[in-house]
């Protein structure tokens, strides 16, 4: 394997516009090898098999939707209430659509789980530890509401990014923002 | 086109089963000949062409997900309480449960329809005539919350079939209906 981690990053980058444009079957090795620019073989080198290149890949989109710790922490100079779990979603909101692509990608490859059981415990497990550590630093920070809280609004939160993102007039784009913080007042108790 | 009802219902089922096993890209007029069991060029004589297939197999999946109104008329014999929300919502996700390979179909479509404009334009006119239908059902039926209290709880259920049905583990299958439980709890008003 191939060691140069920049062009590793491109390869996986280019995997996620893959995955997003093509879908689950259109990701072949020949394909990210012509999204990246690189020349034909470029990606066999870097990824051991199609598996390999699946594991690497939704590892990278789980790194590129990390919230930006220096947003998080100047976010949380506020008081602890509603109104910054209405931030923190709209911070949620305004990355996952501006890494559209990424989050497309993580749909494809969570159908893609149901077929492959290596895949679907890779996606459960970074999943689930996102989720407890969600609800952990929620409840260690003394936001507003309970583990129950953090699950519902995660699920909510779910639902509305998978709608957006796929059929955007469902819900419109205009009253997104709106949503998001009805959202949030109906499912996080006041204080 | 060839107008034999069951053969095209036969048809339209051995889509969605396509659909959910190989993704939207896997859906051919042969995939689906060969899953339907029939001969080679028979899907070719009740289909226009792969939009058309996609559209009627959208339409198919619609008419699968709908509730049975017998068993709904038996559900509202109840009184106009969060419990009886928590019914409906366990038939919606015994209902969704039962028919896995439609849902993920839809899920296949729903990413197929972010690259094909007129998919997209009949999902979200389906979606969105559903969505407005529950509102004022709920609404109608003297259902406890209003408008907002739909959508938020249209959202949640959608994250939480999204991923009980393509990552099971993360929330186990066993909490499942008290999760349900405790989402209409957390979302619907007591009165």
Known sequence: MVQNPARRTALTDAAIDVLAREGARGLTFRAVDVQAG???????????????????TARHIHHR??????????????PRDRALVTALMHDLLGRI????????????????????????????????????ANIAYHVGEGLPGDRETVVVLYLAMTGLLVEHLTLPE?????????LVGTMVERIVPSA
């Open 97 to 132: 659509t501006a890494e559209r692509a990424g989050y497309l990608a993580l749909l494809e490859l969570r159908l893609e789980a149901t077929r492959r059981p290596d895949l679907r415990a890779e996606l459960t497990g970074t999943i689930r530890e996102q989720l407890e």
């Open 170 to 178: 469902v819900l419109g784009v205009d009253g997104l923002a709106a």
């Open 38 to 56: 690189v020349p034909a073989g470029t990606a066999s080198n870097y990824f051991a098999n199609r598996d390999d290149l699946l594991h690497q």
């Open 65 to 78: 939707l990390t919230p930006d710790p220096a947003v998080i922490a100047e976010l949380l100079r506020a």
